[in-house]
């Protein structure tokens, strides 16, 4: 499985997730590591039961594993 991350953690965040969730039904493709977002009130929290919020644009851009957005 190949790590994937979503940049934002608002509605169409949660609907990303699910379809990836949907796709690992059928086969299991990827790896939701969680959610970024710069807002700094939801650093951490959790995103409905897909993931947390892990960090932002920062975190993102220094991440040091390979990672589809």
């Known amino acids: 499985m190949k790590d994937i991350a979503i940049f934002g953690a608002g509605g169409l965040s949660k609907e990303i997730a699910s379809l990836l969730e949907r796709i690992n039904k059928v086969e299991e493709l990827w790896n939701l590591i969680g959610f ?34």
């Not at 009130?41 to 644009?57: A, T």
């Not at 993102?60 to 990672?67: G, I, K, V, Y």
């Open 36 to 69: 970024f977002d710069d807002n700094p009130q939801i650093q951490g929290r959790d995103v409905s039961h897909y993931g947390k919020v892990i960090g932002n644009i920062d975190t993102l851009n220094s991440w040091q594993t390979p990672l589809a957005i």
